[in-house]
């Protein structure tokens, strides 16, 4: 697995090593399996440069594999801290136009790590609000670059079913 915390920077390997998997040649080895749909997390990536990129819709090209989407497995839209919160948007914005490039058909952005809190009306916790209002952003951003942008019940703000259905509210 790589992460990238600088999607302009060379990614960090970690976990228990590369796999016997190119990723370049998972779309053939898919189709091979009669499987003609793939979804990848954004750390899968070993290489995000225009080359490496060209290729990658290329291999899916010819395997007839569509992308349906990248799982941006990362990034708080949520944060406490407002600085840091524009930054992570900022990297989910990098990582909506990797996808596109991708010629993926949405990306799945995490609804946020804030923990949920049921005070009474989950329309009215803040992190309820940043999430959706982020959400609803990163939208506009996906239609501008042809990607739907979904979210799922992962992770905090997504685990608890009515500050996800208020986040969808909005």
């Given at each position: 697995?790589?992460?990238?915390?600088?999607?302009?920077a060379a990614p960090v390997l970690q976990g228990t090593g590369q796999g016997d998997l190119i990723f370049l040649e998972l779309p053939a080895q898919l189709a091979a399996r009669g499987i003609g749909m793939l979804e990848v997390c954004h750390f899968h990536f070993p290489q995000l440069d225009d080359g490496y990129i060209g290729e990658f819709r290329q291999a899916l090209a010819d395997s007839g594999v569509e992308?349906?989407?990248?799982?941006?497995?990362?990034?708080?839209?949520?944060?406490?801290?407002?600085?840091?919160?524009?930054?992570?948007?900022?990297?989910?914005?990098?990582?909506?136009?990797?996808?596109?490039?991708?010629?993926?058909?949405?990306?799945?952005?995490?609804?946020?790590?804030?923990?949920?809190?049921n005070?009474?009306?989950?329309?009215?916790?803040?992190?309820?609000?940043?999430?959706?209002?982020?959400?609803?952003?990163?939208?506009?951003?996906?239609?501008?670059?042809?990607l739907e942008?979904?979210?799922?019940?992962?992770?905090?703000?997504?685990?608890?079913a009515g500050a996800l259905n208020a986040i969808l509210d909005q």
């Open positions: 697995m790589y992460q990238w915390p600088d999607p302009q992308l349906f989407s990248i799982l941006i497995d990362a990034g708080d839209i949520t944060h406490p801290d407002a600085a840091r919160r524009n930054e992570e948007v900022a990297w989910i914005r990098t990582w909506m136009e990797i996808a596109a490039r991708c010629g993926a058909r949405c990306v799945r952005v995490i609804a946020g790590d804030a923990e949920p809190v005070s009474g009306d989950w329309h009215d916790m803040e992190a309820v609000q940043l999430s959706a209002g982020h959400l609803r952003e990163l939208a506009g951003v996906g239609r501008d670059v042809g942008v979904v979210t799922e019940n992962f992770r905090a703000m997504g685990s608890k």
